[in-house]
């Protein structure tokens, strides 16, 4: 069993929707949780990240945690084309950089106009 | 620079060469990280650099690949010896610390893509 589950799509919801993207994991010790979102050739950008469990809103984007049941949550209300692109979760245990970030392999989202 | 730059954007190399990539990071920036992506796959840690120093190597995939550090700036990681599962895109990123996040998150790189042919 890989270490981050996460569906790889590809989503496909009409402009507007509200978009739920989803990451379970094995490994209880992760305590900090991240999306990113990257457009093709390009790198990956930091979205939201979260502390433990709990919820995070940013303008159109929340993350939830749920840590009890291993499970993290982005939404995306009033879904935009330029949205499109694949969202990756990520986590670590400890905030230092030196044990990297674990990701998903991401989820390619389609926006129809 | 604004940004992390990596260098070349794209690299088509022949089974068995050699193969160096490069990643100027953000200035003042002391944290540096690569990664691996491979098709369909999601990124892969490989190593992380405080200053000129990596800690722990133990993510590279094998004796074949080697990375350094010059200082708190360009980072090269070269593959010896390259093979077919060596294509992938890598992935730099940088930070202000050692922390990736949250209040400084990183910063990554449009990336090298490397195809073993």
């Known amino acids: 069993q890989k270490e981050v589950e996460q569906d790889p799509g590809p989503l496909s919801v009409p402009e507007g929707a509200i978009v739920s993207l989803n990451c379970t994991y094995s490994n209880s010790a992760f305590q900090y949780f991240m999306w990113y979102r990257q457009y093709s050739r390009k790198g990956p950008e930091l979205l939201m990240y979260?502390?433990?469990?709990g919820n995070k809103e940013d303008g159109r984007f929340t993350a939830q945690v749920d840590k009890s049941s291993k499970y993290i949550s982005l939404f995306i209300r009033d879904s935009q084309p330029s949205d499109s692109a694949t969202y990756l979760c990520a986590m670590s245990e400890g905030g230092g950089g030196a044990d990297g970030l674990t990701f998903g392999k991401g989820t390619h989202l389609i926006i129809q106009p | 620079g604004a940004g992390v730059s990596q260098s070349p954007s794209n690299k088509v190399t022949e089974k068995g060469k050699d193969v160096e990539l490069r990643c100027d990071p953000i200035?003042?920036?002391?944290?540096l990280y690569w990664y691996r992506q491979r098709l369909g796959q999601g990124l892969e840690f490989l190593i992380y650099f405080q200053g000129n120093s990596a800690p722990d190597k133990s993510g590279l995939p094998s004796d074949r690949f080697s990375a350094e550090r010059t200082g708190e700036s360009v980072s090269t990681l070269t593959i010896q010896r390259t093979q077919q599962e060596d294509s992938a895109v890598y992935l730099c990123?940088?930070?202000?610390?050692?922390?990736?996040?949250?209040?400084?998150?990183?910063?990554f790189g449009s990336g090298t893509r490397l195809t073993v042919v």
């Open positions: 990123a940088s930070s202000s610390s050692g922390e990736p996040i949250p209040r400084y998150g990183y910063t």
């Open positions: 200035s003042g920036h002391t944290a």
């Open positions: 979260t502390y433990s469990s």
